[in-house]
């Protein structure tokens, strides 16, 4: 992913491989200056919560490798020793990364068991949440591990997915005829899509992008962050704690929701 939204922060890549971020100005997870030559990141995200808001941010480098900073309490920064990395994802206190062979690689809390994901094979995208992972196979189908409390990590039984998404108690996939599934907590009716190509998971909205350009949000709108009717021309979305992310086809990214931090202050990023 070319843009990312944590729990207070937004990420993006420039075409030039630096990295760019927006938020709290001293934040650990906004340190991502010195970067270069990285090819897609990842942000941290957790619901909002009194006891919540510390983040990390990954970046996946042009080599493989990947890069971490940020709150590492558990660890889920400490991945200098990944390589043939072409995927990476982030959860609160968690960093995922498939390999070019699609095994997946993890590093964070393992109390929840939303580590476990040695024995994946296969996997051709990822998808972190709050307390669970997700992964998407070549042939369709989806696992997920860790908490299953409200069912988010029941998706055993689909098929034909192309796309997924985690978010706090949620999961979403999108099937090859461009409608969306859910398992777990329903943030919102998305019964209507039609023509999805991507979807984004924050903690109480959801959001997708369709193959047309324009962008669907369904869930919790109480800071806006579902105002994205007018975004066009978007081929990518990135859904935080409580704002959203579009990136347009001439590279101008777009925000809407919480910007309390600063998390929304991307107009200044280059196209």
Known sequence: ??????????????????????????APECRVASWRNVVAVAAGNVHEAPNTGRSHTVGLCRDGSVVAVGWNGDGQCEVAAWSE???????????LGRRADGRVVAA???SEGACAVETWREIIALSAGDWHSVGL??????????NNRRGQCNVAAWRGVRAVAAGYLSTFGVTGDGHVVVAGVVVGDVSG????VAVAAGSRH???VTSDGRVLAAGDNA????????????????AGAGHTLGLRADGVVLAAGDNRIGQCGVESWPG
Request: net charge positive; charged share 25%.
């Open 1 to 26: 992913m070319r843009i990312a939204a944590g729990r207070r922060h937004s990420v993006g890549v420039r075409p030039d491989g630096s990295v760019v971020a927006a938020g709290g100005p001293r």
């Open 85 to 95: 990395v072409v995927a990476v994802a982030a959860g609160w206190r968690r960093t």
């Open 108 to 110: 964070g809390r393992r």
């Open 137 to 146: 196979r070549a042939d369709g189908t989806v696992v997920a591990v860790g």
């Open 193 to 196: 899509w039609r023509g999805v």
């Open 206 to 208: 959801v959001v997708a």
């Open 223 to 238: 800071y806006g962050q579902c105002e994205v009717a007018a975004w066009r021309e978007v081929v990518e979305v990135a």
